[in-house]
C-alpha cells in the first residue's frame, strides 16, 4: 500500500482547458428473480459507494529521450506502482475538502464510535485517507485531539462519548485511495509538436486513463 499522490497533469501555460474526469459510483447487489418473475430480490452489499475514474489526457509534453514535465510525471508515477499492483492517493479536483462543520452522527450518551462520511446529494460516502488531521466538532465546539481518534477503516473513535443528542460533525480535507485498472497504456501516443510552442521534443496525448477508488 503505497501513500504516493497522484501527480495530476497540469495544463498547458495558456491554454483554456481543464482534464476531463468520468465518475461513476458502484455499489455491489446481489439479484435474484422468483420462477413467476413477481417482486425480484435484490440485496446491496455495499454500504458505501467506490468510484471508477475515467482521466481524458488530451496533450502534456514530453520526449523519450529526455522525458520532462508532465509526460515523465504521469508514466513516471504509472511506472513506480507498477501498472496495477500498487494503489495510490488521488485528489479528486472539487470533491476533497468540507469547510464548514458537516454533521455525521447525534450522540447518545454512550456511543463511542462514528463512521467518518461525506454527504453527495442524499447518498454518503466513506472517508479513510485523510490530507492532514480533521477538526472534530460536539456541539459546536472543536474537540482536542487528544480526546478521539481516527482509525485506518475511516471510523471515528471518542474516548469519551459525546452527550444525549449533541451533534457530531468534522471538517478537513481528504484523499481517494484508488488503484490503475490496467498493467498497461494501450492509448499513449506521442504526436509531433505544434510550431511556436516549446513543447520539449513533442506532445503526448493519453485516450483514457481508467482507476478506480478502493475502501480498506
Same mark, same amino acid.
Given at each position: ?51 471508477d475514474f475515467d482521466m481524458e489526457i /488530451?496533450?502534456?509534453?514530453?520526449? =523519450?529521450?529526455?522525458?520532462? #514535465? %508532465? $509526460?515523465?510525471?504521469?508514466?513516471? &508515477? ?82 469519551? /462519548?459525546?452527550?444525549?443528542?449533541? =451533534?457530531?460533525?468534522?471538517? #478537513? %480535507? $481528504?484523499?481517494?485511495?484508488?488503484? &490503475? ?36
Amino acid at each position: 500500500m503505497s501513500n504516493a499522490i497522484f501527480p495530476t497533469p497540469q495544463p498547458i501555460t495558456g491554454w483554456n482547458w481543464k482534464l476531463p474526469l468520468k465518475v461513476t459510483p458502484r455499489f455491489s447487489t446481489i439479484k435474484q428473480m422468483p420462477a413467476d418473475n413477481r417482486g425480484e430480490l435484490r440485496v446491496s452489499l455495499t454500504q458505501y459507494p467506490v468510484f471508477d475514474f475515467d482521466m481524458e489526457i /488530451p496533450y502534456v509534453f514530453g520526449n =523519450p529521450a529526455n522525458p520532462v #514535465g %508532465s $509526460w515523465a510525471t504521469v508514466l513516471g &508515477f504509472y511506472g513506480q506502482m507498477a501498472g496495477s499492483a500498487d494503489d495510490w492517493l488521488f485528489d479528486w479536483p472539487g470533491n476533497d475538502t468540507v469547510t464548514q462543520p458537516e454533521e455525521i452522527a447525534i450522540g447518545d450518551g454512550s456511543t463511542l464510535t462514528f463512521a467518518m462520511t461525506h454527504a453527495m446529494g442524499g447518498m454518503y460516502e466513506l472517508i479513510q485517507n485523510f490530507q492532514a488531521l480533521p477538526t472534530i466538532y460536539v456541539n459546536g465546539v472543536a474537540q482536542s485531539t487528544s480526546t478521539w481518534t481516527i482509525d485506518a477503516y475511516g471510523t471515528l473513535i471518542f474516548s469519551t /462519548p459525546p452527550a444525549l443528542y449533541a =451533534p457530531v460533525a468534522w471538517t #478537513g %480535507s $481528504w484523499y481517494y485511495r484508488c488503484n &490503475f485498472l490496467d498493467d498497461s497504456l494501450q492509448d499513449l501516443m506521442w504526436v509531433r509538436g505544434a510550431s511556436g510552442i516549446n513543447d520539449n521534443g513533442g506532445m503526448w496525448v493519453l485516450k483514457m486513463l481508467k482507476f478506480k477508488s478502493l475502501l480498506t
